[in-house]
């Protein structure tokens, strides 16, 4: 009988592993660009450290973007139905919709956080997330948002 020592959080190898980031650049993108960028980047990055709890974090960024659905419906129904009357009302039920994604976004980013720090301590190649973050919040932002030009999709992917 053998038996093999295990560390939970411990990466697993992956075809996509050239692709390792920081979860600190996804993090970032999603708080300069918008969900869109930093939600798909830690989908990607999850599967690409070979991260263990990669289905947990896809888990959450998918309550995320139901959330954010839900979220975006209501501030648009309580809008249309004249109770969003001032500026600031609706500055904040947008803030509201800004904190889930926040919210959302650091719980993947501690999940993530975890497994990147294993996979760099036992030499796994990171990549600088910069030029993606750079090259996608410049001109990857207004290119999304043109595509969807509808305040609602506006509001769940920004």
Known sequence: MTSTY???DEPQP?????????PFWP?????????????????????????PTRWRELSWIMIGLLGSIGLAIII???????????RSSLQY???VLIVWKITIS????????????LY?????V???????????VWFGRKAVLNLLPFDFWILVIS
Do not use: C, P
Request: charged content about 10%; hydrophobic content about 55%.
């Open 27 to 51: 993090l970032l993108g999603m708080m300069l660009g918008g969900v869109w960028l930093g939600w798909l980047w830690f989908v990607i990055n999850g599967f690409a450290v070979g991260s």
């Open 106 to 117: 650091y719980i993947v980013f501690l999940l993530q956080q975890r497994t990147f720090e």
């Open 126 to 136: 990171v990549k600088n997330g910069i030029w993606v973050l750079i090259l996608a």
């Open 120 to 124: 760099e301590y036992y030499g796994g």
């Open 6 to 8: 295990h560390i939970e």
């Open 76 to 86: 648009l129904v309580l809008d249309n139905q004249g109770f969003l009357q001032t």
């Open 14 to 22: 992956s075809k996509l592993s050239h692709l390792v980031v920081n």
């Open 93 to 95: 039920a947008g803030l």
